[in-house]
T-cell receptor
Framework: DTEVTQTPKHLVMGMTNKKSLKCEQH?????MYWYKQKAKKPPELMFV???????INESVPSRFSPECPNSSLLNLHLHALQPEDSALYLC???????FGFGYTFGSGTRLTVV | AQTVTQSQPEMSVQEAETVTLSCTYD???????LFWYKQPPSRQMILVIR??????QNATENRFSVNFQKAAKSFSLKISDSQLGDAAMYFC???????????FGKGITLSVRP
């Protein structure tokens, strides 16, 4: 298995809703990442998990809450989002957080906040 | 702080021709990695090619090759025999050797004319 699987592919949520994005990989990668990408822009790093521990939080608002229950699974819990949070949310993984192996990306969740 | 610059927002190439995408970066690190990622309209980011800074030899992957000029901090991507499926947004990215945090350039949209 050489994939990063993200679910759902599309999500529409109201500003008062609570939802979660899910990311799964079975490649034995020990680093996992959440990125946010606006249209025609580069991905922006949100969180890094290294060996299942949160190692980087890029000053992301608390309405985004990451969780790494095990080495294969990464969640992003969403609560009280704003319309400007509408974006493509990409999950990625890499073999080792300490070396530049490059990422394997999922195909993303297209989030629309109404 | 590391920066990655892609100064051309768009390029176009005729099918079967060769095109070069430019990228420059700035870093004070001696150990780092450089990448080119492709993002087609399907939105999944795909690793095209990877270069280790300590290797003088330019990386190649089939029709894709790089011109890595370490002193000039330049990392351009050459696509030979361009195909319609090469049409996508291409991002240049940098990762320090100490961790796998990726910094992306703004990206370039490549169109391929039949």
């Amino acid at each position: 298995d050489t994939e990063v699987t993200q679910t759902p592919k599309h999500l529409v949520m109201g500003m008062t809703n609570k939802k979660s994005l899910k990311c799964e990989q079975h490649m034995g990668h020990r680093a996992m990442y959440w990125y946010k990408q606006k249209a025609k822009k580069p991905p922006e790093l949100m969180f890094v998990y290294s060996y299942e521990k949160l190692s980087i939080n890029e000053s992301v608002p608390s309405r985004f809450s990451p969780e790494c229950p095990n080495s294969s699974l990464l969640n992003l819990h969403l609560h009280a989002l704003q319309p400007e949070d509408s974006a493509l949310y990409l999950c990625a993984s890499s073999l080792n957080p300490s070396f530049g192996f490059g990422y394997t990306f999922g195909s993303g969740t297209r989030l629309t906040v109404v | 702080a590391q920066t990655v610059t892609q100064s051309q927002p768009e390029m176009s190439v005729q099918e079967a021709e060769t095109v070069t995408l430019s990228c420059t970066y700035d870093t004070s690190e001696s150990d780092y990695y450089l990448f080119w990622y492709k993002q087609p309209p399907s939105r999944q980011m795909i690793l095209v090619i990877r270069q280790e800074a300590y290797k003088q030899q330019n990386a190649t992957e089939n029709r894709f090759s790089v011109n890595f000029q370490k002193a000039a901090k330049s990392f351009s991507l050459k696509i030979s025999d361009s195909q319609l499926g090469d049409a996508a947004m291409y991002f240049c990215a940098y990762s320090p050797g100490a961790n796998s945090k990726l910094t992306f350039g703004k990206g370039i949209t490549l169109s391929v004319r039949p």
